[in-house]
């Protein structure tokens, strides 16, 4: 299903929050992109910079936080003047947050659900009530088409009884609903770009699954690109088709799912991986956990950002020097001086 046109892509992206205490350096460099139609997931642990990274793109991030450099390009068809389609790239990371045009662009081509579904729903409001406002803002329909719609997209996401449902408040639903209420409200302009950000983790095991089979439905239906954030790397083997782990605001390693779980390279990565439980291993085994703690983030530490856990540190270059993405396959690349030409650092 993944084609090679790109949809999104980040460059080298900083979002910082200027503090009285100091700056939280909290996207520190990002780079990936996503392609139409593919999934990427983006995993690494509390407090790397996913969720700054979403709002990033979304121009959310609350302040004193703000984007200070980079690049977010939105590649977008458009209609051209002789009636086909032509392509046009507009940088998200220059939009001011309140702008007419990333109001235009947030919930219609890109959307994005959150780990807790009342971010996003209002509690005084019915659900119908939102999901056809946010139709409404985007298209030009009548009040009674947007209900319809309305009662289409809950349909669409599962939700039993969608025409009684549509006049429900969000407390009067189960948290599995109110999330498929939270993804109705989001793909009901049909975005090009889904953002989900944990939008599972808060579930039961079984309506998680039920929650992934569903957007991996409406992915596949509506042709759109998801990009998944989060912990758990076993729902990333199921769902991704690419992967970008991230540690201390920066990518580290990205690649394609098969690549990243089979030939992992960044120390990192490895280390993660690690840390699965492994089935057949012996019942009371030991997980591997990450040895030592994620540096503050108001002090990162010079060079590489790992360099402080890295069991495989080159003594006196992981401390000084920040090292660059190398491509170590065909769509693999890793940020680590272990596959740097050293020749070129020295
Ligand atoms: N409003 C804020 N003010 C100051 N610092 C913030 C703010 N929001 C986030 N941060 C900091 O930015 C860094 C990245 O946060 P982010 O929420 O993106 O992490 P995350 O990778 O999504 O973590 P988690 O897996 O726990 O959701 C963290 O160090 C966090 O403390
Ligand atoms: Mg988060």
Redesign the pocket.
Known sequence: MASDDKLIEVKNLK?H?F?DQGV????DGVDFEIRRGETLC?V????????????SIMQI?????RIVSGEILLHRRIAGDSGGQVEDVIDLAKLGPNSREIRSIRGKEVAMIF?EPMTSLSPVHTIGHQISQAITLHNKVTKAEARQQTIETLRLVGLPKPELRVDSYPFQLSGGMRQRAMIAMALSCHPNLLIA??PTTALDVTTQAQILDLMLGLQEKLGMAIMF?T?DLGVVAEIADRVAV?YL?LVVESGDVYTIFSEPKHPYTRALLRSIPQVGGKVRQRLDSIRGMVPD?YNRPQGCPFHTRCTEKIAGLCNRVLPERVTIGEGHEVRCLLYSDRGDIA
């Open positions: 979002t929050f503090l939280v350096k909290a996207v983006i690494g642990e509390s407090g790397c910079g996913k969720s700054i990274t979403a709002r991030v609350d302040p004193p936080g780990q950000d944990e954030i912990h991230m605001g983030p």
